[in-house]
């Protein structure tokens, strides 16, 4: 059974530029929540998607924005681009809810 | 805000001992605790989790006690092996509001198995 599936793995961009990241969970599940892993602030919830619907946000600004299709497979963007978005960003899929979270290899973004 | 505090920072055991990372969460409606381990350029994985209707489970090398008028949790780690070596995580979540408000993390512990 694959994992979940990150792509791509690595991206370089400029601040103010937008950048789109793409998860595709594991084969079944329905929700995909994404988190954002850097050395200071650890690993934050950026928010969760269930059947095409965000159902929850963390507490991040209105850059962050995400989608799911009828597939499941999810999309995560940032736009006007910051130093501080460098991250690496985690996409965790489960059938639902937060119970057996797996998660991708993530996206390592870097901002210059 | 909901926090969960994890400690030690970083934990150095010798090969075969036992390894002990401990949490303590502050939001009572949390009802789901796992614990991940995660390797330098992977993400996290998923190691073993608990519910606070048990206070202990046990898969493998790998236990968890879970003290729940302590509201606190730890991992531990018997006959402790160089491959352990690496970040774990402890979580807590809360699956009862109606989807995933996502899982609070704790800072992390670095741990590194001397041979």
């Known amino acids: 059974k694959a994992g979940v599936t990150q792509t791509p793995r690595y991206l370089i961009k400029t601040r103010g530029q937008q950048v789109t990241l793409s998860c595709s969970p594991i084969s079944g599940h329905r929700s995909v929540s994404w988190y954002q892993q850097t050395p200071g602030q650890g690993l934050q919830f950026l928010f969760e998607y269930f059947s095409e619907t965000q159902r929850n946000k963390g507490n991040f600004p209105g850059r962050f924005s995400g989608r799911q299709f009828s597939n499941s497979r999810s999309e995560m963007n940032v736009s006007t681009l910051e130093l501080g978005d460098s991250a690496l960003y985690l996409c965790a899929s489960t059938w639902t809810g937060n119970t057996e979270a797996f998660f991708g290899q993530g996206t390592r973004l870097t901002v210059v | 805000q909901q926090q969960v505090k994890q400690s030690p920072q970083s934990l150095i055991v010798q090969k075969g001992g036992i390894s002990i990372i401990n949490c303590a969460y502050e939001?009572?409606?949390?009802?789901?605790f796992p614990w991940y381990q995660q390797f330098p350029g992977k993400g996290p994985a998923l190691l073993i989790a608990?519910?606070?209707?048990?206070s202990e489970k046990k898969e493998g090398r790998f236990t968890i006690s879970f003290n729940k008028s302590a509201k606190q949790f730890s991992l531990h780690i018997m006959d402790s092996q160089p491959g352990d070596s690496a970040t774990y995580f402890c979580a807590a979540g809360s699956d009862s509001g109606g989807g995933a408000d996502g899982l609070t993390f704790g800072k992390g512990t670095h741990l590194i198995i001397q041979p």
């Open positions: 939001n009572t409606a949390f009802d789901y």
């Open positions: 608990i519910r606070p209707d048990v």
